[in-house]
């Protein structure tokens, strides 16, 4: 069975602007953090202007008293094993081990999608898979082993493609880091869709800190990957003239 891209912001920080403010002042005023932040309240667009210029001069560290929790569902395991390699990020996964396969839902990549031999090919595989993994728990359940014990090692047929669910949390100094890595045109088309939803959806709730976010070029001014793997967007680091 297909499965459909979902994210879903789950929970983001309270009153984010003002807590990103009081912790930037923090560093630079005599003053207590507690009342910085009732005084600014009043003036929301100081506020702002000010996590703007303090963002975009990449002082981070207050950006991480910030965090926002998503939910992901339709997604690969292919996917979230890319997810969970950052490491600075709190995650829960659907296990494999306690939700049996039956019926398993599956990602159909688009290159796959968009041609009609290939896609009969992909769908006559997962069906295949289906079957084994089926045959496999009847034969565990036949020897009296249930559940996630039987599930635990049936699932070593699943493919890369089975459609999984997770809960990530991460704090919006990652998020940036995250969405450098993640939205620029090397990185995989599906975790690159997940990405893009999400700063989509960071933008909505915390733009002075994320219309400047995206991939890694936006803010170097050029395209670090070398100019064999470059989209255009951007000079190739390589191509740049250096100036004194
Ligand atoms: C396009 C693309 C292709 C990739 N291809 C591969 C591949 O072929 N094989 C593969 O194995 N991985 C691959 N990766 C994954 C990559 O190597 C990283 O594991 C992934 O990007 C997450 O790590 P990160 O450094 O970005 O930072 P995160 O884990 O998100 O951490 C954020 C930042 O914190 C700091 N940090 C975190 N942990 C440490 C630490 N232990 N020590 C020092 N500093 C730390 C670093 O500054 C890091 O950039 C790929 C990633 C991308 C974006």
Known sequence: MESKLRVEVLDFTDN??????????????????????VESSKDPQKQADFVRQVAAAGHESPLEH????????????????QLVRHRLASYSQQSQRYVKASPFEYIVPPSIDTDADMRAMYIETMDRIQDSYDRLTQAFADKGIKGE????????????????????????????????????????????????????????????????????????????????????????????????
């Not at 602007?17 to 932040?37: K, M, N, P």
């Not at 998503?70 to 979230?80: E, K, N, Q, Y």
């Open 66 to 81: 910030v965090k926002c929790t998503f939910a992901i569902g339709g997604v690969s395991r292919a996917l979230t094993h």
């Open 16 to 37: 984010a602007l003002a807590l990103i403010y009081a912790a930037c002042r923090q560093c630079y005023s005599a003053g207590f953090a507690g009342d910085i932040a």
């Open 149 to 244: 014990r039987a599930n635990q090692d049936a699932r070593y047929v699943l493919p890369q493609a089975a459609a999984s669910s997770i809960v990530v949390t991460m704090n919006c100094r990652e998020l940036i880091h995250f969405f450098g890595e993640r939205c620029c045109s090397r990185a995989q088309w599906e975790i690159r869709n997940v990405a893009d939803k999400m700063l989509e959806q960071c933008r909505q709730r915390l733009p002075a800190v994320f219309e400047g976010a995206g991939p890694k070029c936006l803010n170097l001014g050029f395209c670090p990957e070398g100019e064999k793997f470059t989209c255009g967007r951007m000079p190739a680091k390589q191509t740049m003239k250096h100036e004194c």
